[in-house]
């Protein structure tokens, strides 16, 4: 389970940083059905595993806090048994998933001050908590519309429209992300997730930085939605991740490189709002 789910994290198989997060974690669990002799043994297992899956994808906060936050806590508790410490895992297994899951929920349900009825937005890549505040403006009796990009080059995005074409009340229009500035007039709100903030600095899936720019020049204001688990103030480095170039172009590139990044860096001064599970925070 832990080799499937770090191919599954690192192939971009499930798309959505909380999702991640909680794949990451629970994949922790087949460690529970193994013997080892002593506590020390078991430590070992799960510091090296945990250091597997959060090598998965270094660049998501939340899957690193996720994974540290039952590692860390166990390793660092004096159990006197193997099964002690099993049940202790088990026990921060289901304690860390609850806070992720939860985390995402009370942000959804923040978000809901910012999705009027008959308001247009538009949004980028995948984000599950995006997808539960428009779920849950629908089932308030609001009805909006949501402009979609592809969010290339993995076209993440399509996943999302089609999911929301699933939901009364959403009208989802598939755009390219170049088109974003094209139809970010007709829109009310930029409506995205977030991969992690650090500091200043909000990293998310590659094309956020210039639908953000883009969005201020035409003077619609941009909110970025997530679990504030994912808002970090120090001790923890973003790094970015290059996919092959062959998502890019199939053919073979000859003459000319392909540099195929996953993720951007957007200033914080571009948002006109953060929502996490604690609340609003405008810039």
């Known amino acids: 389970m832990i080799d499937e789910t770090v191919e599954e994290i690192q192939g971009m198989q499930t798309h959505?940083?909380?999702?991640?997060?909680?794949k990451a974690t629970k994949a922790l669990e087949e460690l529970l059905d193994r013997e080892y002799a002593t506590v020390e043994e078991f430590h070992r297992a799960l510091e090296q595993n945990g250091t597997v899956l959060r090598g998965a994808n270094p660049s998501h906060a939340s899957l690193q806090n996720a994974v540290r936050g039952v590692v860390d806590i166990v390793v660092?508790?004096?159990?006197?048994?193997v099964e002690e410490a099993k049940e202790h895992t088990a026990?921060?297994?289901?304690?860390?998933?609850?806070?992720?899951?939860?985390?995402?929920r009370e942000a959804a349900e923040n978000a809901l001050e910012v999705l009027e009825d008959d308001t247009t937005?538009?949004?980028h890549d995948y984000s599950s908590t995006v997808i539960e505040a428009l779920r849950l403006a629908t089932e308030a009796g609001k009805t909006v519309d949501v402009y979609v990009t592809e969010a290339r080059p993995r076209y993440i995005g399509r996943?999302?429209?089609?999911?929301?074409?699933?939901?009364?009340?959403?009208e989802p229009t598939l755009i390219t992300d170049g088109a974003s500035g094209h139809y970010l007039a007709e829109c009310d709100r930029v409506l995205?997730?977030?991969?992690?903030?650090?500091?200043?600095?909000?990293?998310?899936?590659?094309?956020?930085?210039p639908i953000a720019a883009a969005a201020r020049e035409v003077?619609?204001?941009v909110t970025v939605v997530g679990s504030g688990s994912k808002v970090i103030t120090q001790g923890f480095?973003?790094?970015?991740e290059y996919r092959a170039g062959s998502e890019v172009m199939p053919e073979p590139a000859e003459g000319f490189d392909v540099s195929n990044p996953t993720y951007d860096a957007t200033p914080v001064a571009l948002l006109e709002s953060v929502i996490t599970d604690e609340g609003r925070e405008l810039f």
């Open 159 to 170: 996943k999302t429209a089609r999911t929301l074409a699933e939901m009364d009340g959403v």
């Open 219 to 221: 003077g619609v204001p």
């Open 16 to 22: 959505s940083s909380s999702t991640v997060a909680v």
């Open 76 to 81: 660092e508790t004096e159990d006197d048994t």
């Open 121 to 123: 937005v538009l949004t």
């Open 237 to 240: 480095v973003f790094e970015n």
């Open 192 to 209: 995205i997730g977030m991969t992690s903030i650090v500091e200043d600095t909000l990293y998310n899936r590659v094309g956020t930085f």
């Open 91 to 104: 026990e921060r297994i289901e304690a860390v998933i609850e806070a992720v899951e939860s985390g995402k």
